[in-house]
């Protein structure tokens, strides 16, 4: 199962104006979902019960979107954009949504805009920002989360080296004061004041330096940890998301729709 984009056009005597509103509002709803990668991105972003049944009702009191919608036997991942790091977050969620084909040229647009300032030079202060926190993001929620749940389950195993004294210090030393915690992400467009890139090197070592010291107490296989990877420097992470082939693919399967007067309807199947 994933998150795809179609590509579709309008039925016949659907108002411009309805199908926005509708589409603003299948998109919020979709944010509320399991499939979407808004929490992810972002974690501030959060909903309660009640804010999701509202949500839903007023999604509902226009929607479905699909049948107001001609589509086409093809489709493209949406994660290429919303999974691209380099790209401002509120695009990367903002992407999870149905493009009509009124708008699919000027978004495009906007996208390759950016990347081509980038690769010129262009957005550095905020591209530190992002960079800083990406990299400490990963840290977080990838390698200091595994070794966090790691840790965790040794509390209860039933092996005698749980309870070693050397263990037991190195986990009460893990389980108390987080030992990484992430920045607000960066706005776009940020401001022209620069980020202190050694933020990263240094939680970096932290992370690597737990996994060391835990690993060192366990000395079991089952409950060691690999490293985390050292993350690439700033210019060499702009450098290889600029080079990645899945986006240049992306933009060849969607121009001759485009073309061809088609938008994309976000579908999750």
């Not at 737990?210 to 060691?224: E, I, L, S, T, Y």
Request: aromatic share 10%; glycine share 6%; proline share 7%.
């Amino acid at each position: 199962m994933g998150v795809d984009w179609i590509p579709c056009r309008v039925e016949a005597g659907c108002h411009t104006e309805e199908l926005r509103e509708l589409i603003r509002r299948e998109a919020l709803h979709f944010r509320t979902s399991d499939f979407s990668m808004a929490t992810i991105i972002d974690p501030r972003i959060q909903f309660s019960d009640a804010e999701r049944q509202q949500i839903r009702q007023a999604y509902l009191e226009l929607g479905p979107l699909y049948p107001k919608l001609l589509f086409k036997q093809e489709s493209h991942r949406v994660s290429v954009i919303s999974s691209e790091e380099l790209f401002p977050m509120e695009w990367r969620i903002g992407a999870e949504r149905t493009i009509l084909p009124s708008e699919l040229g000027e978004q495009l647009a906007e996208w390759q805009n950016y990347r081509e300032e980038v690769k010129v030079g262009g957005h550095r202060p905020f591209l530190q920002h992002l960079y800083v926190y990406v990299r400490l993001h990963e840290l977080v929620t990838v390698d200091l989360a595994n070794l966090i749940s790691v840790v965790q389950q040794s509390r209860t195993t039933t092996g005698s080296w749980a309870t070693r004294p050397e263990v037991v210090t190195c986990r009460d030393q893990l389980l108390g004061e987080p030992l990484l915690t992430l920045p607000y992400p960066p706005g776009w467009p940020a401001g022209d004041y620069e980020s202190d890139l050694s933020i990263v090197e240094q939680g970096f070592a932290k992370v690597e330096s737990a996994v060391v010291a835990w690993n060192h107490v366990v000395q079991r296989g089952n409950a060691r940890l690999r490293p985390p990877r050292r993350p690439p420097a700033l210019e060499d992470w702009i450098t290889l998301r600029l080079n990645d082939p899945w986006y240049a693919s992306f933009l060849a399967w969607v121009e001759p729709w485009k073309r061809g007067g088609y938008g994309l309807y976000r579908d999750c199947e």
